[in-house]
């Protein structure tokens, strides 16, 4: 199992840093020249040559390629994302906080999906083609087809606005996390208890259930050996679930005001603040290559078939 | 020919498809099908409510909404057609020249593809839009940029399939060339498996779109774009909640339509489902693994 975990690591190592080469080689994809936006974002009134020159050779972007992209790798490894074009504040110092509060909202989301997926997939899948079963799957068809902005602007109408029971926007309290959580569970768990409730179905029909049914086992530790060798499945879907919430809390952020990286990285889209986007997309890239390695060494640890075939 | 005929049978598929195919022509031809220029404002008619002549009632500028619903078909739907076309058609020509050749160039296109994968789709399409700058077009240049590695992999694993079958090696052997081969006996067969992929990835297209239009990233004013519209509905969401629910009702529905009909696609034309009890457990069971593994790869 070590040997396992070092090599999935390892293969993990070049993987980051061709995403780390890619995010860096984006920003200067743009069409327009990264020092005019700098300039246009501090709002000089006449952008000059000599200007651009100067700007250039201020943020080190006189040097080659190849030279600054080694200088940006080591600063971001110190948590160094450079400084924001509009505000002149650190990268980190913006984006730090608001990855925490983005966190917080997707950890709390993911514990809620990853409990009522468990739970409708395995009551579905115990009564497959009962009325519970498709009634729940027509439900979770039609909230797959809702934008989740839409459902959330609707929850704030009816439980803020109408019953004052809610705050509308913001992280004050506690009561705050109510509203944004719930949207992104229902966003989720539609798609998700599909998955457990399909790998349960295709447990059931395996020769291990009909040998313990046969010796007269009682059904419930039955219901528990298939819950264990399907959840297998599942890890893997929950562990790539948590970035995937992480990246598209975006639109949700942005209906509740909530301080966090989605809002923060769309006002820096509008600006043009070329350091935040790229810090954005380097830590969200990053987030999600390490929870894929994660969920390979959770399924590996599960299941001793799949380390075989790694070795 | 049978294919049509099984989907045919399938009551809420006609229904979704027929409502898809209207939306579709009143979306290409616009023009005639709104009562109203969908920009022009009317101050006089500010939140009205419905009347005959304007059936949805006017917006905060008095602009009729049901011709701005009518003219937001195209940017929210046609274009993203579109887009999915245009990335079905890359992923199936690295999926193709993938699976059919093999070896060395298969390894190279894969790695690409993972690498492609490894990155979390939604951000790298904010991360496009937010270099390029806000726009319709630049969302869409985004979406095909990171659909493609998604269906070019798809469209490898059902070519390999198929290129390991004895009539395409008795064809190889017989000397017919690769493109005429590719041509006659892969297309046809996979073809079935591009569909149900293009379908069931439409709908979180749409509501992706019209997301990052909610954003004010996306179509800019005064263009009417279903997302644009909720965006616009949302700041006097207090005062008039009820300019919220005909876009939004209007997403609902053809993301709905969509997903039943690629429900039903994935039964038509599938041959392996088809001759299994049709609707028995096989349907459900298929259905939920692709769409869990679409939204992994979105």
Redesign the interface.
Known sequence: MGSFIVKRILLAIP?LL??SF??FV??N???LDPAVVVLQAQEVPQITDELVTQTKAELGMDQPFLIQYGNWLLACLQLDFGESYVTGNSVWSMIGPAFVNTLKLTLISSVFIILFSILLGVVCAMR??KTMDKSV?GFS??L???????LA??L??YFS?KLDLLPTSGMDSAQSYILPVIVITVSYVG??F??V??SM??NLNEDYVLYARASGIPERKVTLHILRNSLQVSVS?FC?AI??VL??T??IE??FAWPGLGRL??R???S?D?PI?QA??LI??VT??LF?TLSDIVNAALNPKLRKEFE | MRNLRNLSQDKLAMASLSFIVVMIAAGVLAPLFAPHDPEEVNMKLRYASASWSYLLGNDHLGRCVLSRLIYGIRPSVLWVLVALLASVLLGAIVGFISGYFKGKTDAILMRVCDIMLSFPGYVMTLAVVGILGAGLENILIAFVVMKWAWFARVIRTSVMQYSEMDYVKFARASGVSHLRIIHKHIVPVTFSDIAVISSSSICSMILQISGLSFLGLGVQAPQAEWGMMLNEAREVMFSRPELMLAPGLAIVLVVSAFNFLSDALQVALDPKLMTSKPGGKLRGRKRGEQVAYEYIGS
């Open positions: 993987l061709i995403i890619l995010t984006l920003i994809l743009s069409p497959e083609g799957r068809f039609l797959t087809a809702i934008p989740s902005y839409w602007a609707m704030i109408w606005v798609i998700y599909r998955s409730r399909s179905l295709n879907i790539m970035p995937i990246g598209s975006v639109v942005n209906v990285s769309v820096s889209i509008l043009r070329f986007i954005y997309v969200l890239a999600f290559v894929n």
